[in-house]
């Protein structure tokens, strides 16, 4: 059973930083890639980030490019990602997901993820 466990949000003001981790297990976690998605009320849920399985290759959102960083540690079957210089408008439910099947491309579709974690707040006071 694979499971994924994010932890590290909270409440900030706007520019300030906060570091969201997903621990994964019930898989080869270093054979899938990760992505780190967000979804705030009455808006889709979108991609944010993602990372390939062996971390060589990363993928950003527009709105987060050069603010937010995804990494992972294999050994440690966790990927991060750090956000830095915090909006009001990047206040969302962030979620974590593994890769529906091994190796590949970063995918950004949510339907290219299988597993989900439970969610994490991230609330950015202006």
């Known amino acids: 059973q694979v499971q994924l466990v994010e932890s590290g949000g909270g409440l900030v003001q706007a520019g300030d930083s906060l570091r969201l981790s997903c621990a994964a297990s019930g898989r080869t976690f270093s054979n899938y890639n990760m992505a780190w998605f967000r979804q705030s009320p009455g808006k889709e849920r979108e991609v944010v980030a993602g990372?390939?399985?062996?971390?060589?290759?990363?993928y950003y959102t527009d709105s987060v490019k050069g603010r937010f960083t995804i990494s992972r540690d294999n050994a440690k079957n966790t990927v991060y990602l750090q956000m830095n210089s915090l909006k009001p408008e990047d206040t969302a439910v962030y979620y974590c997901a593994v890769a529906r099947t091994p190796f590949g491309v970063v995918r950004l579709g949510a339907r290219e993820y299988d597993y989900w974690g439970q969610g994490t707040q991230v609330t950015v006071s202006s």
């Open positions: 990372i390939m399985y062996n971390g060589r290759s990363t």
